[in-house]
């Protein structure tokens, strides 16, 4: 079964600080691999989709990135924005079956 | 912007009541999606749907709980004797085929 592990839990950084959310899976075997953001009791924003055969895909200021052999995916966010606060997800969806699974996320505060 | 809505954005209920939660998907889309997000852990897989049948399904998703596409438009998760652990956020997402997943904004149900 296909776990995902988000580090860190939380991260606080100053206005304009450009920033790296870390995603690790233990199946390299995906599919592909989706970037979310979640607004406190809200639902999911999807942000960026990186399909297996892709090493990176850019959005703005976000830019997604996918390694894997090494079973690693990375979310940077350039210029940060207090806007930015929300908790990023990422989710792994395996070559076999329909399902997504999710890290913990990573709660992002950005001070003014 | 076409947008997967659900209703009610909140549901009360009492233990061992059955409930119905209703999504609307967005219109072209194929596969539908069910899933839950108990407070503070992992958002979990909890079914998908495809031409009008349980394509894949978790642990989680029991003789209790049972999908539905009534009719060209809404998606249903039935809960059939709800327990206190049911409490939870339900997220019903959808996609045109193995692409992205659009979640709608939730619904959440309490269990008294």
């Known amino acids: 079964k296909q776990e995902v592990t988000q580090i860190p839990a939380a991260l606080s950084v100053p206005e304009g600080e450009n920033l790296v959310l870390n995603c690790s899976f233990t199946d390299s075997a995906i599919y592909n691999l989706q970037w979310f953001r979640q607004d406190p009791g809200k639902g999911l924003t999807s942000l960026l989709l990186i399909q297996s055969s892709q090493r990176e895909q850019t959005s703005g200021r976000l830019n997604a990135s996918l390694d894997k052999s090494s079973g690693r995916s990375t979310l940077y966010i350039a210029a940060s924005q207090p806007g930015d606060s929300a908790t990023y997800l990422c989710?792994?969806?395996?070559?076999?079956?329909?399902?997504?699974?999710f890290g913990t996320g990573t709660s992002l505060t950005v001070i003014p | 912007e076409p947008e997967v809505t659900q209703t009610p954005s909140h549901q009360v209920t009492q233990m061992g009541q059955e409930v119905i939660l209703r999504c609307v998907p967005i219109s072209n889309h194929l596969y539908f999606y069910w899933y839950r997000q108990i407070l503070g852990q992992k958002v979990e897989f909890l079914v998908s749907?495809?031409?009008?049948?349980?394509?894949?399904k978790s642990e989680i998703f029991d003789d209790q709980f049972s999908v539905e596409r009534p009719d060209g438009s809404n998606f249903t998760l039935k809960i059939r004797s709800t327990k206190l652990e049911d409490s939870a956020m339900y997220f019903c997402?959808?996609?045109?085929?193995?692409?992205?997943?659009?979640f709608g904004p939730g619904t959440r149900l309490t269990v008294t």
């Open positions: 997402a959808s996609t045109r085929r193995v692409h992205e997943q659009y």
């Open positions: 989710a792994a969806r395996e070559n076999t079956g329909n399902q997504f699974y």
């Open positions: 749907f495809y031409n009008n049948e349980i394509s894949e």
